[in-house]
């Protein structure tokens, strides 16, 4: 993507103070941007970290204590937090697969010729410039138990006997939200998954098809093959943003009924912001963190070796 | 896929149809949440939503007793605040990543990259602590600064994609001609790479337009933007489901008619690292 050769053949030519103002310049040019996301993303999370090894409980001002790893030790025994992971663990082991197949199949029509295209394009998009609040407020009233369009819609199709309470209900809550989430975000799949598609040469399925393979067998030995690295990267920047965002959780069902539909970062704000505990509840954010790295680490290896 | 040109009647069967269906799945409850905003909240729960009997009332209302206006310009602040923030910082550092080779280059990319997936729980609550010390809580400062977490590594990341696009030899000419390296940037690259810029710019307004918790930890009574507005109105009203969802359709408006502006070119920025990784 960028090459050397230029800028270091002119610094051997140039004077001492220029070559030096130019191995300066780079750092010159990127120190504000560098210097702002210090102050404002580094420092706090370092002071994450640790206020996660004190006991500080926010309308106890003054105490700040040091107590170690008593937090984590808490976090660790806590049953809330295991049923957290486990529904974090649930919630993308099916939101992102449906998300990806959804996506996938909108793709692939989307690549056929048909008149409305640019249309149905746009207009696929529109549940990702959607705030998230707006989002969970819509769903809250779809899935509402007495005038819902869910329970009319299913009720009318005689799928359902009576009309089912989907959020009030502890079984139903968290495949609620996950239908939900994944309205949300298969348009993100489509449109990455369409513009690998639309990178496979043509000149490929001409070949195949002169050979004689089948539209099936051209789909698995071409275009899976093609699309394969886009899929991947986008499973992963899914993976990570849909465990970052909790919102539409949070006001679809701020955790309930019972802890029916928390999750980790969930969990972490609600300690926070509920009982004001901020030592126990940058605990819990660090240890999701934890977890969540392991994704970016396998994110930042692929990207790594597209950038240099 | 297949190249053989398919009869209309099997495209429509095949194609058509299936579309047609993912984009009632895609619309249905935009759709459903505008009907519902246009309809009596008194016939309501009795009749349903429906188009014959279609009002205003409710769009009104919002204006009139809720202030929603206020809230509309507590999100404009925020969010134009964000788009020059995240722009002016990053226009000068995507073009050092992009022209320059120096050391510690790719560490300090990906560490921008890094911080991007950041969880925002981990964030959220130290900028709390720290807006409270600083006494910036309720103020639109410290929306713009919280936004800002996620809008400069993005533009970053973007900016940085749209200038590889522009050949180095453009500004070597300027060079030539007696431009300095910042002059080059200024006169040359920058007005090539505006249409990247304008996209990115309106990707960041859409993002911190539509924020949520942010707004809802570090805002307030003075500064609430229009997406805790939206929320708020389940707890001081009962919850009426018309006033409910005409303040939905008024949030995602500016930020749906942006997005479907931008879309193209957005969206081909957003991929070409991914489909070239």
């Not at chain 2, 969880?119 to 600083?134: D, G, S, T």
């Not at chain 2, 994609?161 to 002059?183: F, K, V």
């Amino acid at each position: 993507m960028t090459d050397a050769t230029m800028p270091h053949a002119q610094t051997q030519a140039a004077p001492p103070r220029r070559a030096l103002a130019r191995r300066v310049l780079p750092y010159a040019m990127l120190s504000p941007a560098v210097l702002v996301t210090l102050a404002i993303v580094f420092f706090p999370m370092v002071q994450t970290a640790w206020m996660s090894l004190h006991d500080y409980v926010l309308f106890r001002p003054n105490t700040f204590d040091w107590v170690g790893l008593k937090n984590f030790r808490t976090a660790l025994q806590d049953e809330v937090l295991w049923i957290s992971l486990w529904h974090t663990v649930i919630w993308m082991c099916t939101t992102i697969p449906a998300q990806l197949l959804l996506g996938l199949v909108t793709a692939l029509l989307l690549n056929q010729d048909f008149p409305w295209r640019p249309v149905a394009r746009a207009l696929i998009i529109i549940p990702w410039a959607l705030p998230s609040v707006v989002i969970a407020l819509m769903w809250v009233w779809i899935y509402d138990s007495n005038y819902g369009v869910a329970n009319e819609f299913l009720l009318r199709l005689g799928l359902i006997q009576k009309a089912i309470p989907w959020l009030a209900n502890p079984d139903t809550a968290l495949a609620a939200i996950i239908l939900t989430l994944t309205w949300q975000g298969f348009p993100f799949f489509a449109v990455m998954i369409l513009a690998g598609l639309q990178s496979i040469p043509r000149s490929y399925y001409e070949a195949a098809s002169i050979d004689g393979a089948s539209p099936w067998r051209q789909f698995w030995h071409i275009t899976l093959p093609g699309i394969s690295g886009v899929m991947v990267t986008a499973v992963l920047l899914r993976t990570i943003w849909v465990a970052n965002s909790f919102d539409v959780i949070f006001v679809m069902t701020g955790g309930g009924p019972g802890y029916a539909t928390y999750t980790l970062p969930l969990f972490a704000f609600v300690k926070a912001r509920t009982n004001l505990d901020f030592g126990y509840g940058s605990a819990i954010a660090v240890l999701f963190t934890l977890l969540l790295m392991l994704v970016v680490v396998v994110y930042l290896k692929r990207t790594g070796k597209a950038v240099s | 896929m297949a190249l053989k040109r398919r009869s209309t009647p099997r495209r429509i069967l095949t194609v058509d149809l299936p579309m047609l269906a993912i984009l009632a799945f895609t619309l249905g409850p935009y759709l459903w949440m505008f009907l519902t905003s246009i309809s009596e909240e008194s016939t309501l729960f009795t009749e349903g939503p429906s188009i014959w009997n279609a009002t205003i009332e409710n769009y009104t209302r919002l204006f009139a007793t809720v202030g929603f206006a206020d809230n509309l310009l507590d999100s404009l602040i925020v969010a134009s605040g964000t788009v020059v923030v995240g722009l002016s910082l990053s226009v000068t550092a995507a073009y050092a990543f992009s022209r320059f080779n120096f050391r510690g280059k790719r560490i300090l990319m990906l560490q921008f990259l890094l911080i991007n997936m950041f969880p925002l729980v981990l964030l959220i609550l130290p900028l709390f602590v720290l807006m409270r010390v600083l006494g910036l809580l309720d103020t639109h400062l410290a929306l713009i600064i919280a936004n800002s977490t996620v809008a400069i590594p993005f533009s970053i990341w973007m900016m940085v994609s749209y200038m590889n696009g522009i050949p180095r030899s453009l500004d070597e000419a300027a060079m030539t001609d007696g431009c300095t390296r910042m002059q080059a940037l200024r006169r040359v690259v920058l007005p090539l790479c505006l249409p990247g810029i304008i996209a990115t710019g309106i990707y960041i307004f859409i993002t911190s337009w539509n924020e949520y918790l942010y707004a809802l930890t570090l805002g307030g009574r003075n500064v609430r933007t229009i997406t805790v507005a939206v929320q708020t109105l389940i707890g001081e009203y009962e919850v009426q489901w018309g006033l409910l969802t005409a303040g939905g359709i008024v949030g995602a408006l500016p930020a749906t008619v942006l997005f479907l502006a931008v879309q193209k070119r957005l969206i081909s920025g957003l991929t070409q690292g991914a489909v070239k990784g």
